[in-house]
């Protein structure tokens, strides 16, 4: 199974973007999705989560106020509505699901992840 991510690009600072995640021929609709990032050089962080038996969602500190996850189970598609983008911001932005929990209870840990994306690259810069 192959997650598919888009919408990323190239911003400046303070600007936004909407990423999108979806997979053709899997349902995601029952499964907990996380949005990752890595930035150059760095490892693998967790920036959002979204569940579905509870309907929870989560944030890393570092984006809470300005990103908002959702989820159109119509569409089979999990949505990143990233505001107010900084510098930091800037890296490779991954969706990934976990087959074994419908919370986000083992989110932000990657290892918990079943199925990725190959990354949409969000470049904040001025």
């Known amino acids: 199974v192959q997650l598919v991510e888009s919408g990323g690009g190239l911003v400046q600072p303070g600007g936004s973007l909407r990423l999108s995640c979806t997979a053709p021929g899997f349902t995601l609709e029952h499964y907990a999705i996380g949005w990752f990032r890595q930035a150059p050089g760095k490892g693998r962080e967790g920036v959002s989560c979204?569940?579905?038996?509870?309907?929870?969602?989560a944030y890393a500190d570092s984006v809470k106020g300005r990103f908002t996850i959702s989820r159109d189970n119509a569409k089979n598609t999990v949505y990143l509505q990233m505001n107010s983008l900084k510098p930091e911001d800037t890296g490779v932005y991954y969706c990934a699901a976990d087959l074994m929990f419908s919370s986000c209870s083992r989110w932000p840990q990657t290892g918990a992840m079943d199925y990725w994306g190959k990354g949409t690259l969000v470049a904040v810069s001025a």
């Open positions: 979204v569940g579905y038996s509870d309907g929870s969602t």
